[in-house]
């Protein structure tokens, strides 16, 4: 059975070039991000970004033009009496 901390532990990657180039190794413990990095020349560790969670969608309010407003189109509301 797996753990439940699911994305909240610290992972990290071992990147080429600097930090600049492309990733080697993606993620694990520090320890073992730090003896992959051993094997490739110039390369970096950091730690893995964390991903963002997915934001929600938010619905569209939509506003309909009352009937009254419509031009050709007579209402019993929009007529006056007099």
């Known amino acids: 059975m797996s753990c439940g901390c699911k994305n909240k532990r610290q992972q990290w990657e071992v990147v080429a070039d ?3 180039g492309k990733v080697l190794f993606p993620g694990g413990t520090k320890a073992t991000a730090d003896a992959v990095s051993k094997r490739y ?7 893995k970004a964390k ?7 938010t619905p569209t309010i939509t ?7 419509v031009p050709g189109q007579s209402t019993k509301a929009n007529t006056v009496k007099t």
Do not use: I, L, N
């Not at 991903?51 to 969608?57: G, L, N, Q, S």
């Open 18 to 20: 600097d930090g600049k």
């Open 51 to 57: 991903p963002e969670p997915a934001k929600r969608a």
């Open 63 to 69: 506003k309909k033009t009352p009937a009254s407003t």
């Open 41 to 47: 020349k110039g390369s970096v560790v950091r730690e």
